[in-house]
């Protein structure tokens, strides 16, 4: 198998970095993201240690901070001509309502938002390669989801609930994916997203007071989708457990997928640059 360049966000732990991890032992280069400097830098040297395979080169950047995001592009691409895979994996669960600095509720800041941008400014990255992948973790609790896209942040008016908007986040993902697939149909570059699975990290710990699978389990589906040859030309879809699933009836409506996409389109209109 040729090596790839997959970009991972979130990849200094949890899912992300056993997904890192994996990525490596096969061979690929590895852009391994944290949220700051000494995060990515520490993740990648012990991905190093860890593996005599691959290449880990850190990359960086708050992704609850919009105005972060272009320089972590900017980062990309000084390290990568074309781009393989671009891994959309970091994910929050904010029990508490909490306001990103952009004014953006702050599960659906990193969860939504931020992939949405990181992904418009890589894309040109991703559709230079052979045969470009974008990979979006979302999760089973999409379907659990709704969206107000007249509301701040797209969460309904209601009492806020941490559980509610991280659903609300999932299934965002669920729609992003469907409609940049649907954008990119005319290109080789394929759009896919899974459900890791009920996963041991942090994240369950606090957003859900459970225990899950071994990470490593976590990390299969996401490898998977970026490298299988299996799914090569496959865009559009949901996986499970390194097989093809469906999704909630929301996350297969293609008019919400449209105005998804133009509402966050306008909301993030001041950092597409």
């Known amino acids: 198998m040729p090596a790839k360049s997959i970009l991972v966000t979130g990849a200094t732990d949890g899912i992300g970095r056993e997904t890192a991890r994996q990525l490596l032992a096969l ?16 993740a990648a040297e012990q991905l190093k240690k860890a593996s005599a395979q691959g290449e880990a080169l850190p990359v960086w950047g708050d992704l609850s901070r919009m105005r972060e995001i272009p320089a972590l592009a900017r980062q990309v691409r000084s390290h990568c001509p074309t781009l393989d895979v671009l891994l959309n994996n970091a994910g929050v669960m904010e029990k508490r309502r909490r306001l990103s600095e952009d004014g953006f509720e702050m599960t659906m800041a ?10 418009r400014l890589l894309l040109d990255l991703v559709e230079a390669a052979p045969a470009g992948r974008v990979v979006t973790v979302s999760s089973m609790v999409h379907s ?54 009920v996963i041991d990290t942090k994240l369950l710990h606090a957003g859900f007071a459970m225990t899950g699978s071994p990470v490593e389990e976590g990390a299969r589906t996401s490898v998977f989708l970026a490298t299988s040859g299996t799914v090569a030309g496959i865009s559009g879809r949901y996986f499970n457990n390194c097989r093809e699933a469906q999704c909630s009836a929301a996350g297969r409506d293609p008019v919400l997928a449209r105005s998804l996409w133009q509402a966050t389109e306008a909301a993030l209109s001041a950092f597409a640059h």
Do not use: Q
Not at 27 to 42: C, F, M, N, S, W
Not at 110 to 119: E, G, I, M, Q, S
Not at 174 to 186: C, D, N, Q, S
């Open 27 to 42: 061979g690929h280069r590895v852009l391994v993201h944290g949220r700051d400097r000494d995060k990515a830098e520490h």
């Open 110 to 119: 990193v969860n939504h938002y931020a992939p949405f941008l990181l992904t």
């Open 144 to 197: 659990s989801g709704g969206l107000d896209l007249s509301a701040p942040s797209f969460l309904p008016a209601r009492g806020h609930s941490g559980y509610d908007a991280y659903c609300a986040s999932k299934l965002a993902n669920v729609l992003f994916t469907a409609e940049l697939a649907r954008r990119l149909a005319a290109t080789k570059v394929t759009a896919n997203c899974l459900h890791p699975g």
